[in-house]
């Protein structure tokens, strides 16, 4: 008779088989720093047990200012924003400066560290091009789909026009850019296929 297993035993059993033994991974994330965010934290520390060496870039947050840390094997970048936004102006500096910020680590760790694989985790959905930079090189790109964007610009503003339009665009190229999506749901897995 099988039994279920227990979260705490499959981690187990990932850790002993470690499958990615030997992989490298960078996980972008723009809306929150880690350990805040539980989801990516649970990723970072999930693909650590399996044996890969894992790498973050995120923002700065109250209580996460640190520039750099490791925390449970996971080797932690931050990078400052410039501020909350609000407006298109305040997304441009925003996205802007996390864009910057995000190439300039993304880089740092490839010469430190070294990655084979970029996860990108949404929103915005500009994190392919961080990506496409390092195609060259054959690093993999993996977005992680966690907001349908152009979906809560409509309801956030309650209107379509030119900005959502460049979401729709943008959305579209990072499902294009990447090799894997990873969906939260069955409904963002139909917006992706």
């Given at each position: 008779m099988n039994r279920p297993t227990s979260s705490t035993s499959r981690i187990a059993d990932i850790r002993r088989s470690r499958p990615l033994d030997g992989r490298r991974v960078l996980i972008i994330v723009e809306n929150l720093p880690l350990p805040f965010d539980r989801r990516v934290?649970?990723?970072?520390?999930?693909?650590?047990?399996?044996?890969a060496q894992v790498a973050v870039i995120c923002p700065t947050g109250k209580g996460f200012e640190a520039p750099y840390e490791e925390l449970d094997g996971v080797h932690i970048y931050r990078h400052p924003l410039p501020l909350d936004a609000s407006g298109a102006v305040g997304y441009l500096l925003e996205y802007g400066a996390a864009l910057f910020h995000e190439t300039r680590l993304a880089w740092k760790i490839l010469r430190r560290h070294g990655f084979d694989t970029i996860q990108g985790c949404n929103p915005p959905d500009l994190i392919f091009l961080i990506a496409w930079q390092f195609r060259i090189f054959g690093k993999r790109y993996i977005f992680d789909h966690h907001d349908i964007n152009p979906e809560l610009y409509e309801a956030k503003f309650g209107r379509r026009g030119f900005f959502w339009r460049l979401m729709v665009i943008f959305e579209w190229l990072n499902f294009r850019a990447a090799r894997v999506v990873i969906s939260t749901n069955e409904s963002y897995r139909a917006i992706a296929l």
């Open positions: 934290w649970h990723e970072a520390r999930t693909l650590t047990a399996a044996g």
